[in-house]
């Protein structure tokens, strides 16, 4: 009986990791996380710029983005990228206040507003872009953000009470 004991003993001790080897092993992963985690995140994000759809701002400064009903919407879905142009060499900025979830940037040389808009930014958004160079100037545009099922009712709704 003490010979199967001692036996079972050694077996156990074989087979089992120690905990400086397994604390080894999650630092290991740990420290590929931290390094894979942002390399990700920048690929997600370039794939979403890729399903963005590009728009312009007409003669008027105007540019209209159509939403869907957020029960409908994908993480890709209604991501607009706003074609900027630049009057010459400099940076450029968003003047505040301008909605939630505008960001600036650059692709393929050219800047772009990226924005998703959500179903509480229906409506009229006045943003202000600031040039920065040897002289400053601004340029406003007028953002138009609807949903065409809400535009759909509401039109039924004004020829019903005619």
């Known amino acids: 009986m003490q010979n199967n004991k001692s036996k079972l003993k050694e077996i156990v001790q074989l087979k089992g990791f120690t905990l400086l080897e397994l604390l ?7 420290l590929l996380m931290s390094i894979l985690l942002p390399c990700l995140n920048r690929a997600k994000e370039s794939a979403y710029e890729l399903f963005a759809m590009q728009t312009e701002v007409d003669e ?3 540019v209209r ?3 869907q ?3 409908d919407r994908k993480a890709q879905d209604d991501i607009y990228m706003i074609k900027i142009k630049r009057p010459g060499r400099g940076s450029f900025r968003l003047k505040k206040p301008h909605p939630s979830g505008m960001q600036l940037i650059k692709r393929d040389g050219q800047e772009y507003i990226k924005w998703r808009p959500e179903w509480e930014h229906i409506g009229l958004h006045l943003i202000t872009v600031v040039f920065e160079g040897e002289e400053t100037s601004e340029q406003e545009i007028k953002v138009y953000v609807f949903n065409r099922g809400l535009l759909e009712d509401e039109r039924e709704k004004r020829q019903a009470n005619q």
Do not use: D, H, Q, T
């Open 65 to 67: 983005l159509y939403i």
């Open 69 to 71: 009903k957020p029960s």
């Open 24 to 30: 080894m092993v999650m630092s290991i992963i740990v």
């Open 60 to 62: 008027e400064g105007k």
